[in-house]
């Protein structure tokens, strides 16, 4: 990577099964996508909370860092 | 590089549960998971190289100066929360403590095989990462993180006298309090902090179109509905500074290098969000490291033609701190920022701009395409997503974590007929981080195949006790795994080992993070077997 192997530059240890390939993308049709995403909230729906309200209420940290 | 992730942490039911000591026993719990039966009490932290006052401007904040939420470098006052928003040398001796230091629960600290360290900051288990050399590393050793995390949660579940302890991979709680993900960059000290700055904060104000995680509700408590792109927007309030805890700046000042400091700096970013979506943490580290080596080559590419210091300098933004908002906020991308010159580009234009200097960079003086693959994908995977951003933003929910969420919420939306107000909503935005991948959303949507991965399970299992073999984290992990009952206290930057018999610890520098490595030590270290014997090699060659 430049910019953080200035010293050590080879990466012997690499394979090139070890980068990540680069993206292809297939963009779906749109209407295709409101199916998709229905489907991804049926996964989702016995996962989130079924007292949302009362869970988000009670999520509370303290500051970090 | 690397990535430091404070969690975010819940004991369901217990509202007041103390989160200092949720957090002590996440890191205590994993300590135990994973020490071999016998072994000595575990290595503390070695401070004596801390300096969290030191700024990199030239000058040092007085004690009484700072915030105490500042004070991190002392185990025995631990730091406490910031406020919250209503809106080379060899092996030295050092002498022997005649009691163990007493361990603090607050002070809570595990030194990992893998070379991470696992720690209590302020009210939150922190994973710092090893340190690496690359992109695709970092988000192996960060995903390794979260695995740390589901242990600790699991086995403290599992435990009869545990708390039920849930973890959660984000940065705000929707009531005001936020917490951090920090990246740290190795940069050359010969590049000036002032150039440094002024040149790289565009890229980090606008960067947020592909690395944020997304966020339900405005403003620092999420009064206000809506949605915006990243979890720490609301909480950026200053162009460069020193704090991390408040008045937090986009570029950060803290002149900790954790290395030999006439060499280098340590660039302390602590205004990017915690991701879930690897190509966002991919990326995120990635363009700002191939930023950072443009900086550092501006009188290079002058010579070679490439005017890098003029074009970035022309992209000086005229509100940068209220620009940090205006990104974030918005989500069509088609937003324009005023520039000091007077121009006015979109912040997908910005981004642009520094896409085509660091193209150009490359040409003239980086390494070839065949020689180092990895940088090019950086390269290339970036232009893409911002051409796909400007054209189809949608067609990047696979990669870009902030698209995916909303894309979630504005279905369930529709569905549901609900507005952004909405509990629903916000439960959604918090259980997406959620380690536990039965209870996580993100996890979800990975099962279904709508997230892009970048490493595999195996190798994220693997990270999670081994180290990167190209740093000095090779170095610490390592000694950690072989001799834990001979490791004293280490640092980013030092072992120090009680050899038994031994008058005095014997302390280890390691001031240079692209030493230590396998090529320099691991010989040494097969050989070696136990801490004496290593000890007494390194002594034979200071070259390590």
Redesign the interface.
């Known amino acids: ?9 080879q ?3 690499r394979t ?1 099964d ?6 292809a ?1 297939a ?1 779906p049709a749109a209407q295709d ?2 199916a ?6 049926d ?2 729906d016995d ?3 079924s007292n ?2 009362q ?11 | ?1 690397g990535i430091e992730t ?1 969690y ?3 004991a ?1 039911g217990r ?1 007041a549960a103390n ?2 000591l949720l957090s002590s026993q996440v890191v205590t719990t994993y300590r135990a998971l994973v020490a071999r039966a016998g072994a000595r009490p575990a290595a503390r932290w070695d401070y004596d190289d801390e300096d969290p006052l030191a700024d990199a401007r030239g000058f040092h904040l007085r004690r009484a100066s700072a915030h105490p ?1 500042m004070l991190t470098d002392d185990p025995a006052v631990p730091a406490p ?4 928003q209503a809106t080379a040398p060899g092996p030295s001796q050092v002498a022997r403590p005649d009691v163990d230091e007493a361990d603090d629960p607050s002070a809570a600290n595990c030194i990992l095989t893998n070379g991470a360290r696992l720690y209590v ?4 288990p ?1 994973y710092s990462s090893p340190e690496v ?4 590393d970092a988000v192996l050793w960060d995903v390794a993180g979260e695995r740390v995390m589901l242990a600790a949660t699991r086995s403290l579940t599992g435990s009869p006298i545990g708390p039920d302890v849930v973890l959660y991979k984000n940065n ?4 005001g ?4 993900t ?1 990246e740290n ?2 940069v ?1 000290r010969a590049l000036p902090f002032a150039v440094l700055a002024a040149l790289v904060t565009p890229f980090l104000v606008t960067r947020q179109v592909f690395a944020g995680s997304g966020r339900v509700g405005l403003g620092p408590t999420g009064d206000r509905p809506g949605f915006q792109l990243t979890q720490r927007a609301d909480y950026i309030e200053a162009e460069i500074g020193l704090e ?2 408040l008045r ?1 700046p986009i570029v950060n000042t803290r002149d900790e290098p954790h290395a030999d400091r006439d060499r280098w700096r340590r660039l302390h970013l ?1 205004l990017g969000d915690a991701n879930l979506f690897e190509v966002a943490t ?1 990326l995120k580290l ?1 363009t700002t ?2 930023v ?2 443009v900086l ?1 080559h501006l009188d290079e590419l002058a010579e070679a033609g490439v005017p890098a210091r003029d074009e970035l300098a022309a992209l000086r933004l005229a509100d940068p701190v209220g620009d940090v908002r205006r990104v974030s906020r918005d989500i069509d991308l088609v937003g324009k920022l005023e520039l000091a010159d007077g121009r006015t580009l979109t912040a997908l234009q910005v981004q642009e701009a520094y896409t085509d200097v660091v193209a150009r960079a ?1 040409a003239a003086i ?2 070839r395409r065949d ?5 090019y ?2 390269l ?2 970036w232009r ?2 911002l051409e ?1 951003l400007g054209t ?1 933003p ?3 929910a ?2 870009v974590e902030w698209v995916a969420k909303r ?2 919420l ?3 939306r ?2 549901d007929g609900i507005d952004w107000d ?3 909503l ?3 935005d ?2 997406w981080t959620d380690v536990r991948p ?4 993100y996890h ?2 990975l ?2 195949g ?1 997230v ?1 991965r ?1 490493v595999d399970e195996d190798a994220v299992a693997d990270a999670v006790h081994h180290p990167p ?2 740093t000095r984290a090779y170095f610490r992990g390592e000694v950690m795994a072989r001799y834990p009952d001979q490791v004293s206290a280490a640092s980013w930057d030092s072992v120090i080992f009680d050899v038994p018999g031994a008058a005095a610890l014997q302390r280890v520098p390691m001031l ?1 993070p ?1 030493r230590g ?3 320099h030590i691991g010989s040494l270290l097969e050989a070696s077997h136990d801490a004496a014997a290593l000890l007494k090699g390194l002594r034979g060659d200071r070259s390590a």
Not at chain 2, 121 to 124: F, L, P, V, W
Request: net charge negative; glycine share 8%.
């Open positions: 990577m430049a910019g953080q192997e200035r010293i050590n530059p990466n012997e240890d090139p070890d980068d990540v390939d680069p993206p993308p963009a996508r409101d998709d995403v229905d489907a991804l909230l996964e989702i996962v989130l909370e949302a309200e869970f988000v209420r009670g999520f509370v940290q303290k500051g970090g860092e | 590089m404070e975010g942490v819940l369901p509202p989160p200092m939420s929360a910031g406020p919250v900051d302020h009210a939150h922190e050399t690359g992109p695709r705000v709680d929707g009531k309090a936020s917490y951090g920090h960059y190795l050359d991390t805890t937090r602590i991919y990635g490291s191939l950072l080596w550092e490359l980086g390494p020689d180092d693959a990895e940088t994908v950086v290339d995977r893409s997503l796909r189809d949608e067609s990047c696979r990669e894309r979630l504005e279905g369930l529709r569905r909405h509990p629903r916000h439960a959604l918090l259980q039965e209870r996580s959303i979800r949507l099962a279904s709508a892009e970048l073999t190209d240079d692209l490595t396998r090529a």
